[in-house]
């Protein structure tokens, strides 16, 4: 069993700052890519950010200059840190993961999803 936890939402005014983390726990062999999604009711799901093993980020371009996803191999977790926040970020923010579990199976992982709220 893998399970992510997630944590760092909450309420911020326009152009503050929130750190998302999130963390793997359970059978992990690796994490291959990690990625952010977010969601407001109504719209389509939106890749925000994804992460390789290597480092190797992406970013949607809504975000790019103003959110960055990092993570720590060591801790199986994923951050996301946002910057320069606007109202239009307010949705639920969820990780995701690909992990190898340790009997050899790729599991597709998600985040029970945390509130992200933008306003003044």
């Known amino acids: 069993q893998v399970q992510l936890v997630e944590s760092g939402g909450g309420l911020v005014q326009p152009g503050g700052s929130l750190r998302l983390s999130c963390a793997a726990s359970?059978?992990?062999?690796?994490?291959?890519?990690m990625a952010w999604y977010r969601h407001v009711p109504g719209k389509e799901r939106e890749l925000v950010a994804t992460i390789t093993r290597s480092g190797s980020a992406s970013y949607a371009d809504s975000v790019k200059g103003r959110f960055t996803i990092s993570r720590d191999n060591a801790k199986n977790t994923v951050y996301l840190q946002m910057n320069s926040l606007k109202p239009e970020d307010t949705a639920v923010y969820y990780c995701?993961?690909?992990?190898?579990?340790?009997?050899?199976?790729?599991?597709?992982?998600w985040g029970q999803g945390t509130q992200v709220t933008v306003s003044s």
């Open positions: 359970g059978s992990i062999y690796s994490i291959n890519v």
């Open positions: 995701e993961m690909m992990v190898l579990a340790t009997g050899g199976t790729y599991l597709e992982i």
